[in-house]
C-alpha cells in the first residue's frame, strides 16, 4: 500500500506548549519524509525532511522524528508561537527513481495565544 | 527568484466548459506533479511527470489530461468541468530532496 496516514486533523496548542503531529506509512521501501507548511492563502512550503538513515533532526524548533521499524515519523514544534498556525502536511517518498510522493491528509494547527 | 509558477491563479467557469491550467518551474527538477486540494485541504495526487512521461495517474476522471512539452512545463487540461472540480490545483516539482509548490490555481465551477 502507499497511504500515508498523518493524525490528528486539528490541532489547537497554548502559545509557548508543544504541538505533535504525528504520521504513519505502508511502504518499507519509503526513504525520505519531507513536512510541508501552507499558510492561509499561501502555497505548501518544505520546512524540515528526515531520511531514512536518520531517527531524529532538528532544525531550531522543528524536530522529526523516524520510527523505521514502526513506520512511523512525527513532527514536534516546541514553544510554539500565533505564526505556527497553518496547515501541516507529512509526505513518504516511494524512492522508485522517480522520486512519488504521497502526502498525509493534513494537521490544522492553532497556536491560541 | 527560481521557483513553481502557475497561471491563472483563479478562473471561475460553468459546468461544462473546457479549463487549461499552465505550470512551469525553473528549478532545473526532474518531476512535476499535479495535486487537487478540496475544501478541507487535502491534498491528492493527480498526476506526476518525469522527464515527459506520465508515471503516476491516479484514477481521475478522463476529463482531466496533463500536457508537457518539456521537463520544465505541465498544464493541466478539464475536458468537461464538473462542479466538483471546484477546488485549488496546486503544481509541484521535485528532485531529490523536497516537494516545491507553486501558488495554486483556485477554480470555481458555476
Known amino acids: 500500500g502507499e497511504q500515508v496516514e498523518q493524525l490528528p486533523s486539528i490541532l489547537r496548542v497554548q502559545e509557548g506548549s508543544s504541538a505533535s503531529i504525528n504520521c504513519s506509512y505502508e511502504d518499507s521501501a519509503s526513504n525520505y519524509f519531507p513536512w510541508s507548511k501552507q499558510e492561509p492563502g499561501e502555497n505548501p512550503k518544505l520546512i524540515i525532511d528526515i531520511r531514512s538513515n536518520m531517527e531524529r533532526k532538528q532544525i531550531q524548533e522543528l524536530i522529526v522524528l523516524l520510527d523505521k521499524k514502526a513506520k512511523r515519523f512525527s513532527l514536534h514544534i516546541t514553544d510554539t508561537q500565533p505564526g505556527d498556525s497553518a496547515m501541516y502536511f507529512c509526505a513518504a517518498s516511494f524512492n522508485t527513481g522517480n522520486y512519488k510522493y504521497v502526502f498525509g491528509a493534513g494537521t490544522r494547527l492553532k497556536v491560541i495565544a | 527568484e527560481t521557483a513553481v509558477f502557475q497561471t491563472p491563479n483563479y478562473h471561475v467557469t460553468q459546468v461544462g466548459n473546457e479549463v487549461s491550467f499552465n505550470c512551469k518551474q525553473t528549478l532545473g527538477h526532474d518531476t512535476m506533479y499535479w495535486y487537487k486540494q478540496d475544501s478541507k485541504k487535502l491534498l491528492k495526487i493527480m498526476f506526476s511527470?518525469?522527464?515527459?512521461?506520465?508515471?503516476v495517474n491516479e484514477t481521475v476522471p478522463r476529463r482531466f489530461s496533463p500536457q508537457s512539452s518539456d521537463k520544465a512545463h505541465l498544464n493541466l487540461r478539464i475536458k468537461s468541468v464538473e462542479p466538483e472540480d471546484s477546488a485549488v490545483y496546486l503544481c509541484a516539482s521535485s528532485f531529490r530532496r523536497g516537494v516545491f509548490f507553486g501558488k495554486g490555481t483556485r477554480l470555481t465551477v458555476v
Open positions: 511527470y518525469n522527464n515527459k512521461q506520465l508515471i
